[in-house]
């Protein structure tokens, strides 16, 4: 279990390593202005879908019922056909009406930054088709218990962006967001490659070319596979994409504040993305598999010990991060992107924003822990129904906040229903089961850290401010 998140923490470590070295190019070249807000606007809507595609509902669905099917190659074919036409059919669908989808992610813009915004959107959609390709395979690679190609490859879409970066510095800003947005789709052409090459090497490739040959002769047969995957894949859509609907809500409000905002609010988030996805979305991913195969084999003790083993060895790392983040929460923005056009105030701002987002670290990294259980034991709808109401929570908070916090209130709106979603899903987990896997003495070394940790970073805190 733990070489298999040590894969995905590693890979996702370099992979963001790479992604700030491109959010610093990004803030030294085009700033925290309006070109950015594009950008990221243009992004931001197949940057949701990969998130809870490939960080959620399609693996979450598909893995179980791939586990459990008789023709496997031939089941595999069906999903990967309905879900490629239907995309393909999307995205023509947004080059045709750019205006309109990016006027529905963006409200807040004028007409001119609308037109100038919707190019970007339509080229920036493609990308949503190459990634599912990647997510496809990837699950496939997973039931192998392959993760590290799919761990590295996002690298190859920061390395894509970089190099755009590069490629179009001291252009006009205009210009440079057309490069990053062709980027977009090089890198996910580059992220398909990769995972081509790994599903070949590993014999996977007969599988589903048996299954396309076969499709029409064995269709019948999937019948019910099919129907098991369709009834949980939509509400898998809903329960494991309560960050990312949230952080896409807090864009389209940021549209109604000051230029810049939108910046703002994307520059933190991605360092809150940082240590969710280095440790909580790893773990996840690398568990899932074999906590659906003992659940499969009605063997509840090994999933539970599995979920234990892996609860304490994330609660340690997030609370740490957490604690870390929000002390030196100015340092590490003003050390990630102070430069060029980036100035002091971005930094105080963003650097308040991260502060809000890190204190749903914890939550949302746990809750993601035990949702699978419920997507292995075919809870999908029940994770629906939490993320729902906890979404619902996060949009009554959102327009309380920002009249008030502004940018930052949008933030501390998506921690607070990141609180909401923990709760809920830990009583569809059971409180007894619960109740059984924290009664530890890992407890109290946890609450020691804790302690330990944030007296000894305050305190070098103040020796940096009193030597600075």
Known sequence: MFRAIFTNSFGILFSRILGFLRDMLQASILGANIYTDIFIVAFKLPNLFRRIFA???????????FTHARHKGVFAAAIFIRFLLFLLFFAMLVTLFDTLFTKLIAWGFDDATIRAAAPLVAINFYYLVLIFIVTFLASLLQYRNHFATTAFATALLNIALISALLLGRGLPREVIVYYLSYGVIIGGLLQVAVHLIAVKKLGLHRLLVGGLRHFRAKEQRISEDRKRFSSTFFASVVGSSTAQISAFLDGWLASFLAAGSISYLY????????????????TSVAIFPKVTRYLKNDDEAKALEMLTSSFWFLMALL?????TGIIFSREIVWLLYQRGAFGAQDTTETATVLSMYLIGLIPFGIAKIFSLWLYATHRQKDAAKISGIALGVNIILSLSLISILGAAGLALASSLSGVVLLILTLRAFGKAKFYAIIRHKFALYILAEAWVLTLLLLQIKELLIAYL
């Open 55 to 65: 960080e959620g509902a399609f693996t979450q669905s598909f893995l179980p019922a």
């Open 319 to 323: 609370l740490a991060a957490a604690i």
């Open 267 to 282: 520059y933190a988030n991605r360092i809150f993305q940082f240590p969710l996805a280095l440790f909580a979305i790893a």
